[in-house]
């Protein structure tokens, strides 16, 4: 699966966590900060990384979110690397 | 006119500790409470934490009796050593087999008669936080999935379920006739209702109170904020409750119950009463934000103004004196504990005081935490001890994220230029006065000034 493929899983996911910012989910980058950009409070972080991994049906290791950057190029990798 | 109000007797149950006496033992010694829950860790991979605070039924004398006809449902808890009637234990759950235990207990310090106890000025006042229990799971398991007969369910599970349930056992036991209620406000449970119950006494509603919080374990609440991922990983379980460490990465989830009595000032002088402390003062107040969850500077730095302007009316000596020690929220949380170490900087200053975090010890007891920890502030009172904050081994010589915030208008200093005010060991010093604070979801902080009794 792209990098490409995965940002547009993630946009789905995003696109129904509650209170999203669409405006800026819709011109958003790898770059986007998740709270910071999106409008989205942290106490969702939890909630989308459960989402995410059921939409790409995979597992994350509790050490690499525990580590996690906010960012929607870290999440990326996240799933990436749990793809492989 | 308003009245002053005294602390006449303590009760409690508290992670390890077979009596109050063994919990400040234990606290004074240095010692933490924490362990691998054996519960927690049968469930491997589904939760992050497998570390708490509890109490087996048999480290103090209780025993589950499970349902012959039910699956996993506990029927009662029963007593072993016949401190409580059989009839109070069958509409128990275990928080309110502690609250009872710990009621006994502080009616006994008090001294209380039984007119006095069963009197219609004598009030109960205990609530709890998230009130996961373990009657309720093999309950629905068997209704819902097994199909049973509601009546299979037994009798006894809107009383040991209901929101005031601990209220109500201790009324049903202590047979008192005055104000029966319990509040919650979450993590600031504990304080929380003593310090209703201190208005009560305050404003002549009632003459006595027992007053606190109780926490039954329970693994459905442990999971839950496992789910929310704030719980300690990945230290030993006596390193896992770490408040202001650099280290730090949540709470540990604990359990227990603080129960303490209440009197005017006045009763108790008049029957002769060892007066333990008396409330200069209490304070609540909202952060006035729309996190549920994220701690507040400007909501802090309000309540404990509350406070001291409460205290101003306090009429047995001079309240305006610095307390000796602020006994911290100090839940061991990223954010929320360098929000509160620059709050009470703010408030009480950056020297000449300690700062206590009981939560190092005991982890968050949740609804039953402010409760606990004033009984622990009693017992610094009476001890002259400083409970230490245990492994706050290295203080960030850096200042936090949020300090570097455009919205931050608190101090930006880091956190290791307050070495001198977080003990890492107990210490010994004279203690005329100690501030409590507790702050909980939603927003909710509470405050409350104890001080030595002056004869």
């Given at each position: ?36 950009d ?47 | ?7 006449v ?56 009796k ?102 109500a ?20 449970s ?91 003062g209490?304070?609540n ?80 007891m ?55 005010l ?25 405050a409350?000034?104890?001080s030595?009794?002056?004869?």
């Amino acid at each position: 699966m792209t990098r490409e493929e995965v940002f547009e899983g993630l946009k789905e996911v995003l696109a129904n966590v509650n209170a999203v910012n669409r405006d800026a989910l819709n011109s958003a980058t790898e770059e986007s900060d998740i709270v910071v950009d999106l409008g989205i409070t942290s106490s969702e972080i939890v909630n989308i990384l459960a989402k995410t991994e059921e939409r790409f049906d995979v597992e994350f290791d509790d050490d690499d979110i525990d580590e996690l950057q906010n960012t929607i190029g870290a999440t990326i990798d996240l799933v990436i690397k749990a793809l492989e | 006119m308003d009245r002053s109000v005294a602390i006449v007797g303590v009760g409690s149950v508290t992670p390890t500790c077979s009596s109050t006496a063994e919990f400040a033992e234990k606290v004074f010694s240095n010692q933490s409470l924490v362990r691998e829950w054996p519960e927690a860790k049968r469930y491997e991979k589904q939760l992050r934490s497998k570390v708490a605070g509890y109490i087996e039924p048999k480290e103090i004398g209780l025993e589950r009796k499970y349902s012959d006809i039910l699956e996993d449902y506990v029927e009662i808890y029963v007593d072993k050593t016949g401190r409580l009637p059989e009839k109070n234990l069958s509409y128990a759950d275990l928080s309110s087999v502690w609250a009872m235990l710990a009621t006994k207990d502080a009616i006994k310090q008090a001294g209380w008669n039984e007119n006095e106890v069963q009197s219609n000025l004598t009030g109960v006042i205990i609530g709890s936080g998230a009130g996961g229990n373990e009657v309720l799971r093999p309950a629905w398991k068997n209704f819902f999935e097994l199909g049973r007969k509601s009546r299979s369910l037994t009798s006894h599970n809107i009383d040991r379920t209901m929101v005031y349930r601990d209220a109500a056992n201790v009324a049903c036991f202590i047979k008192n006739r005055g104000i029966v209620e319990g509040l919650g406000s979450a993590c600031a449970s504990g304080l929380g209702n003593i310090g209703y119950a201190y208005r009560m006494i305050k404003h002549g509603y009632q003459e006595r109170c027992i007053a606190g919080g109780t926490e039954g374990t329970s693994i459905e609440t442990f999971v839950l904020f496992d789910a929310m991922q704030v719980l300690s990983r990945k230290f030993a379980p006596e390193e896992s409750s770490r408040p202001f460490d650099k280290s730090r990465n949540g709470f540990v989830c604990s359990f227990g119950c603080g129960v303490v009595a209440l009197e005017s000032l006045e009763s108790a002088k008049s029957r002769g009463a060892t007066i333990l402390a008396v409330i200069d003062g209490y304070h609540n107040n909202s952060d006035g934000t729309s996190d549920m969850f994220a701690p507040s500077y400007g909501g802090q730095l309000r309540l404990a103004e509350g406070l001291f302007n409460e205290c101003k009316q306090a009429s047995h000596h001079d309240s305006n004196i610095k307390p000796e020690i602020v006994k911290a929220h100090g839940s061991s949380t990223p954010v929320g504990d360098i929000v509160e170490l620059m709050s009470i900087i703010k408030s009480f200053g950056k020297d000449d005081y300690h700062i206590s975090a009981p939560k190092s010890q005991c982890g968050h007891m949740l609804g039953a935490a402010g409760a606990v920890e004033l009984v622990l502030s009693v017992f610094m009172l009476q001890n002259n001890m400083v409970s230490p904050c245990l492994n706050s081994y290295e203080l960030s010589n850096e200042i936090e994220p949020f300090q570097k915030s455009v919205n931050w208008d608190g101090l930006k200093i880091p956190p290791s230029e307050f070495r001198h005010l977080i003990p890492e060991k107990a210490i010994e010093k004279e203690v005329n006065s100690i501030v409590c604070l507790n702050y909980g979801f939603g927003g909710t902080n509470a405050a409350m000034k104890l001080s030595k009794y002056l004869n």
